[in-house]
């Protein structure tokens, strides 16, 4: 039998790193591109309200008035810029002492109308202008890179906002992780501003395959801290690694593809993880009917739709697998199911096979609906057998568990939650990788364990690094005592009680231990990933900080707070020792 893991394919092909040159990282046009734009757009009309100013100005400085002695008198320049200015903002207020002569209304009335005709015409073009796409191009990218530039924390440029980009970019807003979008079509740019995102998310309208454009988005920026290539374009994502594996080879990059022979090139750049949906759920049915309580174990975890611990379905049964579809989806699915032992046999979209004697179907074609259709045929033709449905989106769910389906495949979903499980806690697929490689067992006690601490609900995962950083109190402790993995996880206000979480993995010195027993004592430098309910990963945190309660949870002794009480029990002690 076929091992599940490398069906999974969770590792990435890794290949010697070669030589780089540091060079600088480039960006787009100048930020001054939308300033230049209105100067060079706006020089004319600009000099033609100066002249005709101008020329309002000094004939009214040259005609002649009267004042109120009936005697000639000239206005000074600055009196007539002053008026003009008036009369250009069709303001209309007059503070002349005398009135004016009947040359000078004239002179007035001709200003006025070439000042309004003149004003009218470079206002014109200033709205023309703003209309302009490359004035709002400027516009944008000039806005972008300001917002990008003022981030002051961690971020990840996220490259593509399909529907595998706005599920990723909605879940990470909800953990209050920053990010920045680059996208070409501007209707996905567009829906940021409709899908009520807590955080401004610095977007912009461009190619991501543009080293400039990554550039723009913050690649260079120290607080880059991972790229997600997750267009729908696998050449796009395939520039996107190329671009970050050579500019910045320390930043994590994650890509999506559904192509075999771009995914090879795209490996020899050696991300931090590629995910094939097509491919991966090929080896994630392979382990459901392998393991299915792994697999169930797995599916709780990742944060599937229903929140809570997905039904345990069927597992392997002997007979006839039918794949129905002529895209890379079914071949890849068939190809997985092959290698696993089935007996796998693909046809057609448009074929009428026989689905008396399968006992199990994949409707794997490209449309939704026939998927559907084919699904409810072949649990009417034989209800024991496991049906499998392809869905581009998760629009027909409802629909879907109505009819009570086996398995039901969304690739987005699928690139989501394992995007997101890897971005977020990296080591959870240390944990995947482990369970995977033991046997079915095992994973049986695990999930025993975890509904019995946490519930029927999803648990939360985090990771514990043991330093002074994350873990002050704990560090400090271990630097004279002993600390075990069980008394950590009692209850800081009372040890008897365990806390609702069960740490699934410690890693130290880079060896990995499933499920490490409560009597390990822990080291500075441990990685322990534990899951838990809310409120139990919250009381683990609070005992991190803490030296008394850490104190506490080891011996069972009662640390005073302060400072008084804590002279006064550390003389009672000396007094007990003594006596």
């Excluded at 080879?249 to 490996?267: F, G, L, S």
């Amino acid at each position: 039998m076929v091992n599940p893991l490398h069906l999974l394919n969770f590792r990435t092909r890794r290949v010697p790193t070669r030589r780089r040159r540091d060079v600088p990282i480039p960006t787009a046009q100048p930020s001054t591109d939308a300033i230049f734009l209105v100067l060079r757009r706006m020089r004319w009309p600009f000099v033609l309200v100066v002249v005709v100013f101008s020329i309002a100005t000094a004939g009214m400085t040259l005609i002649p008035g009267v004042d109120d002695q009936g005697n000639l008198y000239y206005m000074t320049f600055f009196d007539s810029f002053y008026h003009m200015s008036i009369t250009l903002t069709t303001v209309g207020f007059s503070e002349t002492p005398y009135m004016f002569s009947y040359p000078q209304r004239m002179w007035i009335t001709f200003s006025i109308f070439m000042l309004v005709i003149s004003w009218a015409y470079a206002i014109g073009v200033m709205f023309a202008m703003l209309q302009e796409p490359s004035f709002q191009d400027a516009w944008a990218m000039q806005r972008f890179r300001r917002k990008v530039a003022r981030m002051r924390e961690p971020f990840l440029l996220l490259a593509g906002y399909g529907q595998t980009g706005r599920s990723v970019g909605m879940e990470l807003d909800e953990r209050r992780k920053r990010f920045v979008v680059l996208d070409h079509d501007r209707a996905r740019i567009d829906l940021l501003e409709t899908d009520q995102l807590t955080a401004d998310v610095p977007a912009l309208e461009a190619d991501a395959r543009i080293p400039a454009v990554l550039g723009l988005a913050g690649l260079g920026h120290p607080d880059c801290s991972g790229v997600l290539a997750l267009t729908d374009d696998d050449e796009v994502n395939l520039a996107v690694v190329m671009c970050v594996s050579a500019l910045r080879p320390d930043v994590p990059v994650v890509v999506r593809c559904t192509n075999r022979r771009i995914q090879a090139r795209i490996e020899d750049f050696s991300p931090r993880a590629l995910i094939n949906p097509d491919d991966r759920y090929g080896g994630y049915l392979a382990l459901a009917l392998l393991r299915p309580v792994t697999y169930q174990l797995l599916q709780w975890l990742m944060d599937n739709d229903e929140h809570e611990l997905p039904e345990l379905r069927a597992g392997l049964r002997e007979g006839r697998w039918l794949i129905c579809g002529d895209g890379a989806f079914a071949e890849q699915v068939t190809a997985d199911l092959s290698a696993s032992g089935l007996d796998v046999e693909q046809v057609g979209a448009d074929s009428e096979p026989d689905l008396s004697d399968v006992v199990g179907f994949v409707a794997g074609t490209d449309n939704d609906t026939t998927n559907i259709a084919l699904a409810e045929r072949a649990s009417l033709a034989n209800p024991a057998a496991y049906v499998c449905v392809r869905q581009a989106t998760n629009a027909n769910l409802p629909l879907l568990r109505a009819l009570d389906i086996d398995s039901i495949y969304v690739a987005t979903d699928l690139v989501a939650r394992e995007l997101l499980a890897r971005v977020l806690t990296p080591r959870f697929f240390s944990f995947v990788e482990s369970v995977v490689e033991g046997d079915e067992e095992q994973a049986v006690r695990l999930r025993d364990e975890l509904l019995q601490r946490c519930g029927r609900a999803v648990p939360e995962r985090e990771v514990l690094t043991i330093n002074a950083a994350e873990a002050p109190a704990v560090a400090r402790w271990l630097t004279r005592h002993e600390l075990t993995i069980g008394n950590l996880l009692r209850h800081p206000d009372d040890r008897e009680v365990q806390l609702a979480a069960l740490p699934l993995l410690l890693i130290r010195d880079g060896v990995k231990t499933l499920a490490p027993d409560p009597e390990t004592a822990l080291a500075v430098g441990d990685q322990l990933l534990v899951a838990g309910s809310p409120h139990g990963l919250a009381d683990l945190r609070d005992a991190l900080f803490y030296v008394s309660t850490v104190e506490y949870l080891a011996t069972g002794q009662v640390v005073p707070q302060t400072w008084v009480w804590r002279r006064i029990t550390h003389r009672r002690r000396r007094a007990q020792h003594a006596g």
